[in-house]
């Protein structure tokens, strides 16, 4: 169902079923898994700079034939660039990249700074920089008047961060880009955002990895009482939630799979809430343990905001 959309709290709507593209560097690959995916109907490109890929992403959206409009593009620009004086070109950047003339979203990837010379796939606990956040963010609302960004967001972003910063915000964040699936379902996070009028969209909602949601054997069970996938029912339910989902793959059968949602009953929504067993795919603090508060708000006090 490519129809369904979240209406952001500007009054944009967001296709909520996206196409990721994350680790998806393949030369050549990539561009026919955009072509394809925008073919069967995808209108929702989830890219970033961290991913080093928006090159060909961006060549793969020249050659469509949907126009600019009816595309719902998001990008996320990287730690090295949250000095305020820095995220007007980062943008620039990112377009440069897409060959694109706006984004319709643009996500502060990650809660903290590293310094500009610093490489963001691998840096020390030296490179990280204290740039308060309302700096970065106060620098992402001058873009939205400039025509090149329609609605800015964050990525990442705990709820304690999020108290601090909402009562600061000229523009509130329209989306808070998380990792959500069945096996870490940020039920008191989700609750937030939704009371605050900030939507979310779940990376990574199939798992992955060490994260083995697609083997769970209630999972599996529900799927084959729908005759569907175990994607399906993990995407159907975090859509039931008014989740917004971006999986990535690069096979055009599961491609065309992931767009068609399974009904879910009420008891199959409530035991599915009950497998949640906090295992997170994506963890900056596996290689940094300064960033250990960006997902446990216990262990360390956040950041100045």
Not at 25 to 34: D, H, P, R, V, Y
Not at 124 to 140: G, K, L, R
Request: charged share 25%; hydrophobic share 40%; with cysteine.
């Amino acid at each position: 169902m490519t129809d369904l959309t979240i209406k952001l709290n500007n009054g944009e709507l967001m296709p909520a079923i996206g196409l990721g593209t994350w680790r998806a560097n393949e030369s050549g690959l990539l561009a026919q898994t955009i072509k394809t995916a925008i073919g069967l109907g995808y209108r929702h490109i989830d890219c970033a700079k961290l991913y080093s890929n928006q090159e060909e992403i961006g060549k793969a959206l020249k050659e469509v034939d949907v126009p600019r409009k009816d595309l719902f593009i998001v990008s996320k620009f990287e730690e090295n660039r949250h000095r305020p004086e820095l995220v007007a070109g980062a943008l620039d950047e990112i377009l440069n990249e897409l060959q694109l003339e706006y984004l319709d979203l643009l996500l502060m990837h990650w809660p903290y700074a590293i310094k500009p010379e610093a490489n963001a796939m691998s840096f020390a606990s030296s490179d990280i920089e204290n740039v308060p956040i309302m700096d970065t963010w106060q620098a992402m609302e001058d873009l939205v008047g400039t025509g090149k960004v329609r609605s800015i967001g964050v990525s990442n972003f705990n709820q304690t961060i999020l108290e601090k910063m909402i009562p600061q915000c000229r523009i509130v964040p329209a989306v808070n880009q998380v990792e959500i699936h069945p096996y870490l379902q940020a039920k008191e996070l989700v609750k937030f955002c939704k009371k605050s009028g900030i939507a979310v969209t779940g990376y990574c909602p199939l798992g992955g990895r060490r994260v083995n949601v697609m083997n769970d054997n209630f999972i599996k069970h529900v799927a084959e009482a729908h005759i569907g996938t175990p994607a399906q029912v993990a995407l159907s339910w975090a859509l039931a939630r008014g989740i917004a989902v971006i999986p990535k793959s690069t096979n055009e059968i599961r491609l065309k799979q992931n767009l068609h949602q399974v009904t879910l009953t009420s008891d199959e929504m409530r035991m599915i809430g009950k497998i949640e067993r906090h295992e997170r795919k994506v963890d900056p603090a596996s290689d940094n343990e300064e960033l250990e508060w960006v997902f446990h708000e216990d262990k360390m006090e956040c950041p100045v905001i």
